[in-house]
């Protein structure tokens, strides 16, 4: 997915993906159009306060990590 958003309010992680993807091929042996769309959306209660200002989002190894520090 490309377009990911993460954020956290009232507790609660959210992540939300969307991909959109169209191709189109105009040869000789005629002509292929395509689209293809995909979504996800997860909605994650978190176990406490987190500081929310300091959350890291990275890609590694094929997998989305969120590291939310606990709130002092």
């Known amino acids: ?3 990911i958003n ?4 009232a507790g609660t992680l959210k992540i939300e993906a969307k991909e959109q993807e169209t191709r189109k ?6 002509s292929l ?3 293809r769309k995909g979504a996800y959306s997860q909605l994650l209660t978190l176990p406490g306060p987190v500081q ?10 094929g997998m989305l990590v969120v590291t939310l520090p606990k709130a002092k």
């Open 25 to 30: 091929k105009d040869g000789d042996a005629g």
């Open 52 to 61: 929310s200002e300091k959350m890291e989002v990275e890609k590694k190894e």
């Open 1 to 3: 997915m490309r377009n």
């Open 6 to 9: 993460v954020t956290v309010e």
């Open 33 to 35: 159009h395509s689209t």
